[in-house]
């Protein structure tokens, strides 16, 4: 009998993976800094349990979190938001969207899904705009109702070239605060740079760019490496946040397949780029010769900015799922002004990366990187058709994450209720076959099932706490 339910409960956990599972690897401190793994939900750990997920799929190009949940876009049938929890990788279901009452569905509908700077979620539309007289799709998103609303009209106004990916920055209702969006040309012949601004209280975007001009190109020169004519596929642009939430763009970046990480400022020059980092030479027989910082690859296309405890941390794409790339992120310090000369390089993660799935070539990868209330900080790494995860990095006697989790609470059994030692965030209980049977929140006691062997997942003070009991 307790071989069976040892076998169920192995069972159960590889089920439930996308909770229970961390990359494995050992994260050395650097310059007092440290860095460990909270989970993975990949193909390299968690193959079978991510292959059953629906975010195992080409058309989950994008993911963002608002510090509590991780949500991913899904441009299936019907388009969906794949729900996680950020701080311990459970799934936690899909919110099918509806436009109008009807199923929301079209070609890559939420191919880019994100926050504004207050709280709204929003879901915008891959557009071919190949000739420029159409309007990009942006939509608001209930995340309870599932309902999305058009943000409103943002006309291309004669500006040409594929529209992927875009941010956004400030209230995108226009309610709080002014707004900006903003995205660039996945073209090869022109480098155009869309900018829609919305005053707060205004209904109407307008072009944000001088004289309200919807679209400005990037001048010859201005990109790294030099040259090119167009970022084509996939390009990703990432508006600076500086804090005040005004919804004026000061500083962007742009990441394109045919360019590396380059800072623009508010006239859209450059003023910085990955070139200036002291990046790593090879020989002929590939034996590094010089430098520390690994370029990356290309063809792949993210950059986060963030900061741990007064430190700042510049994160970026490594590369793509092609061999020897593994979809890893590379983690570094930079100075006050983050500036990528002062690049100092800490940890690519995963070390053993998430796969090598090729996702038709969406270029894309999701990083994110979160301030913690106790100094600390959250990376969310995401590659589509890979997988995902979560890594905390703290400064030198900071609690880590196996400290957290032996102090966190213990899980009993008493009576016909499953008790935690202390008030847990959320409590779940799952049955051998992996479905969720119980579940509270904010409690420290959750009624319990029938009996039978299950595995007790609580949360408490963002540790998870996993055990297997047996009623």
């Known amino acids: 009998m307790k071989k069976l339910l040892l076998s169920a409960s192995m069972l159960m956990l590889a089920g439930a993976s996308a909770f229970a599972v961390t990359d494995g690897q050992t994260y050395e401190s650097v310059d007092g800094i440290n860095c460990e793994?909270?989970?993975?939900f990949d193909r390299f750990h968690t193959e079978d349990a991510y292959k059953a997920n629906p975010i195992a799929s080409t058309s989950a190009r994008t993911a963002t979190t608002d510090g509590t949940t991780v949500y991913v876009g899904l441009s299936g049938e019907t388009a969906t938001i794949e729900k996680f929890d950020l701080k311990t990788g459970a799934y936690l279901g899909s919110l099918a969207l509806t436009k109008g009452g009807e199923a929301f569905s079209g070609t890559l509908a939420v191919n880019q899904v994100g926050f504004d700077e207050y709280g709204h979620f929003y879901a915008a539309t891959y557009s071919a705009n190949s000739e420029g007289n159409g309007q990009y799709e942006v939509y608001t998103v209930d995340l309870t109702t599932g309902a999305v609303t058009s943000v409103g009209d943002l006309f291309f106004d004669g500006g040409t070239g594929r529209i992927d990916y875009c941010d956004v920055i400030g209230d995108i209702t226009g309610v709080e605060a002014n707004a900006t969006v903003m995205a660039v040309t996945s073209a090869a012949d022109n480098m155009n740079v869309f900018k829609w601004v919305r005053?707060?209280?205004?209904?109407?975007?307008?072009?944000?760019?001088?004289?309200?001009?919807?679209?400005?190109?990037?001048k010859a020169g201005q990109t790294y490496p030099n040259g090119i004519t167009g970022f084509s596929l996939g390009s990703v642009l990432k508006i600076v946040r500086d804090g005040s939430k005004s919804g004026n763009m000061n500083m962007f970046y742009i990441d394109g397949f045919t360019?590396?990480?380059?800072?623009?400022?508010s006239d859209g020059a450059m003023i910085d780029n990955i070139g200036n980092a002291d990046l790593i030479v090879k020989d002929k027989e590939g034996v590094i010769?010089?430098?520390?910082?690994?370029?990356?690859?290309k063809g792949t296309n993210g950059i986060a900015e963030g900061s741990v405890d007064g430190t700042n941390l510049m994160i970026y794409s490594e590369g793509q799922y092609n061999a020897p790339h593994k979809c890893q992120a590379i983690i570094t310090t930079v100075d006050e002004n983050m500036s990528f000369e002062s690049m100092k390089p800490l940890w690519?993660?995963?070390a053993d990366g998430l796969g090598q799935t090729s996702d038709t070539g969406t270029r894309?990868?999701?990083?994110?990187?979160?301030?913690?209330?106790?100094?600390?900080?959250l990376v969310l790494t995401f590659k589509c058709f890979n997988g995902m995860g979560v890594y905390k990095v703290t400064k030198k006697g900071g609690d880590s994450v196996e400290s957290n989790v032996v102090a966190a609470a213990n899980i009993t059994v008493n009576g016909n209720v499953i008790a935690v030692s202390e008030v847990a965030e959320t409590i779940e209980v799952f049955n051998v076959a992996g479905q969720k049977v119980a579940e509270a929140r904010n409690a420290?006691?959750?009624?319990?099932?029938?009996?039978?062997?299950y595995i007790v997942k609580a949360v408490v003070a963002g540790a998870p706490v996993v055990k297997k009991v047996i009623l």
């Open 364 to 377: 894309v990868h999701s990083i994110f990187c979160l301030p913690q209330n106790d100094g600390s900080a």
């Open 199 to 218: 005053e707060k209280g205004s209904d109407e975007w307008m072009g944000g760019w001088t004289d309200q001009a919807t679209f400005q190109a990037i």
């Open 444 to 453: 420290s006691e959750v009624a319990a099932p029938a009996t039978g062997a």
């Open 259 to 265: 360019s590396a990480p380059a800072l623009y400022g």
């Open 348 to 350: 690519t993660v995963p």
């Open 289 to 297: 010769t010089s430098g520390t910082v690994v370029e990356p690859d």
């Open 37 to 40: 793994n909270l989970w993975v």
